[in-house]
């Protein structure tokens, strides 16, 4: 049992994995000098398509960040995956990559068609993205997805500061380290 004036070790991970996921899309925005990042919400990016946004620079944004989380070793399904479906939670996507790179995400539904541990020990010095969703299946993993993009994006609108939206989103009691 833990002291709750104290986080347990696993609240604690959560939370600076949700920092760097914030800390990394940072500094995506400051590399990119924020031209075309939205933070937090693809409907700011529509809107900016709506007022003319060329679908070369849309492409050329798509195309940026698949090539930034193939250079992370995220395959290139995935890549694509996470793309498309932050777009349609209406997530940045860029954010979402960040996501999937700490490997944070809400967990794979209970009572799955798996017999493996919850919760199996990996080496320490893979990054979590690189261990498969439990099952390792397309629909499961679109879904984890989905909830997480959807989930992150309601406290982004939720909060007005940024960090703590994070820490909210780290601090649920079914996000974890499950990998895509």
């Known amino acids: 049992m833990t002291d709750p004036g104290h986080p347990d070790e696993s609240s604690l991970h959560r939370t600076r994995s949700a920092q760097r996921a914030l800390e990394g899309y940072r ?7 924020g031209e075309d990042t939205y ?5 700011l990016l ?10 070369e ?20 399904d995935l890549a ?7 777009w349609d939670e209406g ?4 954010i979402g990559f960040e996501l999937v790179r700490t490997g944070l995400g809400v967990a794979p539904p209970p009572g799955g068609a798996v017999t493996a541990a919850e919760a199996p020990s990996t080496d320490m010095y893979l990054p979590p993205w690189m261990f498969p969703a439990t099952p ?13 993009f959807r989930r992150l994006r309601s406290f982004l609108e939720a909060e007005e ?17 499950y990998g895509y």
């Open 27 to 33: 500094e995506r925005r400051r590399e990119r000098r």
């Open 161 to 177: 500061d940024v960090d703590q939206a994070f820490r909210r989103f780290a601090s649920e009691p079914d996000v974890g380290h």
């Open 136 to 148: 390792p299946d397309d629909v499961l993993r679109e879904r984890m997805l989905r909830v997480s």
């Open 39 to 43: 933070f937090g919400s693809s409907a």
């Open 46 to 55: 529509r809107a900016a398509v709506e007022q003319g946004l060329s679908v």
């Open 57 to 76: 620079d849309i492409d050329s944004r798509r195309s940026s960040i698949i090539d930034a989380a193939r250079a992370e070793g995220l395959p290139l």
């Open 80 to 86: 694509e995956l996470l793309y498309d479906v932050a």
């Open 91 to 94: 997530l940045d996507p860029a």
